[in-house]
């Protein structure tokens, strides 16, 4: 059974870097053919893709995010990380990590709430 667990501040004030990392248990990420991304859902709306690590360590980044985002990974540690910068209170959210084959998403991280105040 994979785990997928979020872990990161809940409260970032406004211009700064938001740091999460997702760890990962009952499997690697750098199993084929799986992909490992970040999903947000700012409150009152829907879930939106924010960028994903594949196993063999390329990364994708929606169009809207990429200037702002990267996503690395610790194989040591089966975790993989986002870093989103310069970040406002319009990313404020419930974020999580999920695995996917295909855009087909079968595990998820019960997900971590992240304030963007100051």
């Known amino acids: 059974q994979v785990q997928l667990q979020e872990s990161g501040p809940g409260l970032v004030k406004p211009s700064q870097m938001l740091s999460l990392t997702c760890t990962v248990s009952?499997?690697?990420?750098?199993?084929?053919?799986?992909?490992w991304s970040w999903i947000r859902q700012p409150p009152g709306k829907g879930l939106e893709w924010m960028g994903a690590i594949v196993y063999g360590g390329i990364t994708y980044y929606s169009p809207s995010l990429r200037s702002r985002t990267s996503i690395s990974r610790d194989t040591t540690k089966n975790q993989f990380s986002l870093q989103l910068s310069s970040v406002t209170p319009e990313d404020t959210g419930l974020y999580y990590c999920?695995?996917?084959?295909?855009?087909?998403?079968?595990?998820w991280g019960q997900g971590t709430q992240v304030t963007v105040s100051s």
């Open positions: 999920a695995r996917d084959v295909n855009w087909r998403f079968d595990y």
């Open positions: 009952g499997g690697s990420i750098t199993t084929s053919p799986y992909t």
